[in-house]
């Protein structure tokens, strides 16, 4: 049985950092696809951040330059290292696993999802 359990979320100020760990069970980070969606509320859910693997990256416009996809695989774990947060990527943040490469950021090519990490950013 595969389980994805997000952690790391909580409240920061514009311009501070977080750090997102999703902790995989019955499914081995380093063999696939995986990525972090978010979902702020009254939006649809939105992937910002994939990484195959093979290690390559790619990330949503809106995060490119301040947020970093890893994996962790001695700790089977999905990383997302969130600098310099804005009040605008306050949402849900959800770990997802089993992607196609090439529709990484689109949920419906996703196999297994997370409950869910609440990250909310302050001005």
């Known amino acids: 049985q595969v389980q994805l359990v997000e952690s790391g979320g909580g409240s920061v100020q514009a311009g501070g950092s977080l750090r997102l760990s999703c902790a995989a069970s019955?499914?081995?980070?380093?063999?696939?696809?995986m990525g972090w969606f978010r979902q702020a509320p009254g939006k649809e859910r939105e992937g910002i951040a994939a990484?195959?693997?093979?290690?390559?990256?790619k990330y949503a416009d809106s995060v490119k330059g301040r947020f970093t996809i890893s994996k962790d695989n001695a700790k089977n774990t999905l990383l997302l290292q969130m600098n310099s947060l804005k009040p605008e990527d306050t949402a849900m943040y959800y770990c997802?696993?089993?992607?196609?490469?090439?529709?990484?950021?689109?949920?419906?090519?996703?196999?297994?999802w997370g409950q869910g990490t609440q990250v909310t950013v302050s001005s």
């Open positions: 990484i195959h693997s093979d290690g390559s990256t």
């Open positions: 019955g499914y081995t980070v380093s063999s696939h696809c």
């Open positions: 997802a696993a089993g992607c196609t490469w090439l529709w990484a950021f689109n949920k419906f090519w996703y196999e297994y």
